[in-house]
């Protein structure tokens, strides 16, 4: 932490790798690093794309950010 307000931003990277172990990292055996990059990789795909999010008002990550990027109308 070397600013003030900083552990707010570590709060995100904390939760999502809380997500990432325990529904991804402890539940498999990996045999190897590449294996587990593929795994964790699969994980945050889905994560992304398909896992809706309570905080996001049960979207995906995807969904929120996209449907935020669309034009807003302009009324002439």
């Known amino acids: 932490m070397d600013g003030r ?6 709060v995100f990277v904390e939760r999502l ?18 294996d587990a990059r593929a795994g964790i990789g ?3 795909s889905f ?3 398909k896992r809706p999010h309570s905080s996001l008002d049960r979207q995906t990550p995807d969904q929120a ?11 002439a």
């Not at 307000?5 to 570590?10: E, P, T």
């Not at 996209?66 to 807003?72: H, M, W």
């Open 17 to 34: 790798w809380r997500s990432i172990k325990y529904e991804e990292i402890y539940l498999r055996a990996y045999a190897s690093v590449p």
């Open 5 to 10: 307000g900083a552990w707010k931003d570590n």
């Open 65 to 75: 950010y996209f449907n935020a990027l669309q034009p807003i109308p302009v009324a």
């Open 47 to 49: 994560y992304n794309a």
């Open 42 to 44: 699969r994980y945050l």
